[in-house]
Structures are given as structure tokens and as C-alpha cells.
């Protein structure tokens, strides 16, 4: 049974930086894409950004290109989510999941685990 537990998130001011962490069990995660997705109130969830777990190729959505930055520490199996300058439209509940397959889907049905969530709240 393959388990998601994110951390990290909180209050921040605009500018600020938060890093987001999904401890993974269950699971030998070689073959597996981990992704970040995100709901803000009222809207649909989005992809952030996803990871390979072995070649570590990642993929971006644009609005946080330059900004975040997704990682993995093999050791650990945990995927971390840097996020710097961060802005009130970052403010969301931010979730880890998980696919095992090719490629990182950038699309909910991509994934079959999902971690409960951690809110994240950018203030201006």
C-alpha cells in the first residue's frame, strides 16, 4: 500500500520560501513519477510540477518555472518541493502524488496515490 505524507506547509509573506516534503512508503518507487498538484479555494487542482524518481527529469507548470524547484532524495524516498519568491496566488492546499508508469503525467487521472494535503497560505 503505497502512503503519501506531505509536510511543510504554513503562512508566508509574498517573497517568501517554503519547502514542501512527501515521504513515500509502500512501495520500491523506481519506476515510479511523483508529482506536486495544488487547490485553491473555489478551483479546480492543478499540476505544479513532477519528477522522475530514477533519471530525476522533472516538468514544470509555467507559472512556477524559476521559482520552484522539485527534488527527491533516493535515501530518504522523499520528494521535496522548493518554492521561493512565492506570491498570494501560490496560496493553496498542495498535494504529493504518485504514478507508477512512464513518463510524469501532468493531469490528476495520471496518478493513482495521493497524499491528504498541506496548506500552504502566501500573504500580501
Known amino acids: 500500500q503505497v502512503q503519501l505524507v506531505e509536510a511543510g506547509g504554513g503562512p508566508v509573506q509574498a517573497g517568501g520560501s517554503l519547502r514542501l516534503s512527501c515521504a513515500a512508503s509502500g512501495r520500491t518507487f523506481s519506476n515510479y513519477a511523483m508529482g506536486w498538484f495544488r487547490q485553491a479555494p473555489g478551483k479546480e487542482r492543478e499540476f505544479v510540477a513532477g519528477?522522475?524518481?530514477?533519471?530525476?527529469?522533472?516538468v514544470y507548470t509555467d507559472s512556477v518555472k524559476g521559482r520552484f524547484t522539485i527534488s527527491r532524495d533516493n535515501a530518504k524516498n522523499t520528494v521535496y518541493l522548493q518554492m521561493n519568491s512565492l506570491k498570494p496566488e501560490d496560496t493553496a492546499v498542495y498535494y504529493c502524488?504518485?504514478?507508477?508508469?512512464?513518463?510524469?503525467?501532468?493531469?490528476?487521472?495520471?496518478?493513482?496515490?495521493w497524499g491528504q494535503g498541506t496548506q500552504v497560505t502566501v500573504s500580501s
Open positions: 502524488a504518485a504514478n507508477y508508469g512512464i513518463g510524469i503525467p501532468t493531469t490528476m487521472t495520471g496518478y493513482g496515490h
Open positions: 519528477i522522475r524518481w530514477i533519471s530525476g527529469g522533472t
